[in-house]
């Protein structure tokens, strides 16, 4: 693993070990994980195909977005809730953090705790 690959893969195991963060991985621009894990006790909901997937939506969201960045200001953060978790995209630097956390969170507070967390 690169030095870049284990400082992300650093920010991604401090991440999951807050309570509510499921998972947390760093992606290319073409939805590849570069670095990431799982919280320990956490039993993934999809399978590895499924989840490549899901990256590969995640970054083209961001991307798409980012077209409106001149005119309204970039996206500090993009968030689903679903029934089973909260999805978190962050662009930091030229990657995608997406994080996935326990279904009922305070978006907002815990998108906040996210970003401090991965500039320090």
């Not at 320990?40 to 970054?59: C, G, Q, S, W, Y």
């Not at 089973?84 to 030229?94: I, Q, R, S």
């Not at 305070?106 to 991965?118: E, M, R, W």
Request: glycine residues 4%; positive net charge; aromatic residues 8%.
């Amino acid at each position: 693993m690169n030095s870049e690959n284990l400082l992300l893969q650093q920010k991604c195991d401090l991440l999951v070990k807050e309570p509510e963060i499921r998972f947390a991985g760093f992606l290319d621009y073409m939805g590849n994980l570069l670095s990431g894990s799982f919280r320990r006790d956490v039993t993934p909901l999809k399978n590895d195909e499924d989840r490549k997937k899901m990256f590969i939506e995640a970054v083209l969201r961001i991307r798409t977005r980012q077209e409106f960045d001149e005119n309204l200001g970039p996206v500090q953060y993009a968030a689903a809730r679903r029934v089973k978790v909260v999805t978190m995209t962050f662009l930091v630097d030229n990657k995608v953090l997406f994080v996935s956390t326990d279904p009922e969170v305070d978006i907002d507070k815990t998108a906040k705790k996210i970003q401090k967390l991965v500039k320090n």
